[in-house]
Each structure stands twice: as structure tokens, then as C-alpha cells.
């Protein structure tokens, strides 16, 4: 799941726990002053009550939003690794492939480039990317052959 996606749903979820919490408040609120209580000494408990149960639910939100958080972003930050060594990787490749040719002449640069390019390519194909006569072809690939 993308970040994105998560923002949504915490979003949707905050949102609805908002309205949740407002319509019980309310509620009581009315409740209460229908009764009379925030007029009355005895009622002070059930106010200090009423406080109380505002915070625990806001922790409890944010608990809850926090956990959700640290599970997805972690797995959003393993996957910005693995995608960084993905691309270290290739570069290392790369510069390998690079130092490589820089040995080789002109000709079995084309050989190697047109390897590179396509895995597992048969010798009459080489022959045809390469613009090689046959013979030439044979000669640099077990020349190839032979360095590796």
C-alpha cells in the first residue's frame, strides 16, 4: 500500500472517530444540562469523568494513527532501499561493463555490446547485429572466450 492510500484511509478513519466522539459529547452535554448536573457539586466526578475520557480517546487515536503509520513506513522505507541498492547495483554493473571495454578493441566491443544487449543470442544473430563476416566473428568470440 502506497503512502497515498494510507493518508486516505487515516484520513477517512480520523474523520469518522471525529464524528463519533462529537455525537457522544454532544450527547451528554445535553444530557446533563437536562438534568442539571453542571450546576450540582455532586456531579463534579462525572465531569472530571467526561474530561478523562476526551483524553484516553484522543491517545487512543493517536496510538492508533501512530501504529499504522510505523507499519506502513517501514515497509515504504524498505522498498526505497531495496530499490537504492537495485540501482547501485546497476551502476557498479555498469562502470564494470565500461572498464571492460575499455580493454577490448573495436570489434569485440561490438561483440560484447551486442551481447549485453540481448542474452543468449546465437552466433547468426551476432553476425548480423555485428556487420561481421563470419570467420571475424568466430575469431573474436573465441578470442572472447579464450580472455574470460
Do not use: W
Not at 472517530?17 to 455525537?23: G, Q
Amino acid at each position: 500500500m502506497n503512502n497515498k492510500k494510507l493518508g486516505v484511509i487515516l484520513l477517512i478513519i480520523s474523520v469518522l472517530v471525529f464524528l463519533i466522539i462529537f455525537n457522544y459529547t454532544t450527547r451528554l452535554a445535553s444530557t446533563s444540562k437536562e438534568v442539571g448536573c453542571f450546576n450540582d457539586e455532586r456531579c463534579k466526578p462525572v465531569e472530571s469523568a467526561l474530561s478523562l475520557s476526551h483524553f484516553a480517546f484522543g491517545v487512543i487515536g493517536f496510538i492508533f494513527a501512530l501504529g499504522f503509520f510505523l507499519m506502513f513506513f517501514t515497509r515504504g522505507e524498505e522498498a526505497i532501499v531495496k530499490t537504492l541498492e537495485e540501482n547501485k547495483n546497476k551502476s557498479l554493473a555498469e562502470e564494470k561493463f565500461d572498464l571492460i571495454l575499455k580493454g577490448l578493441d573495436n570489434f569485440e566491443k561490438k561483440v560484447m555490446g551486442a551481447i549485453k544487449e540481448q542474452d543468449d543470442i546465437t552466433q547468426s544473430t551476432l553476425r548480423i547485429r555485428t556487420d561481421m563476416s563470419k570467420a571475424k566473428l568466430s575469431y573474436v568470440v573465441n578470442y572472447l572466450e579464450e580472455r574470460v
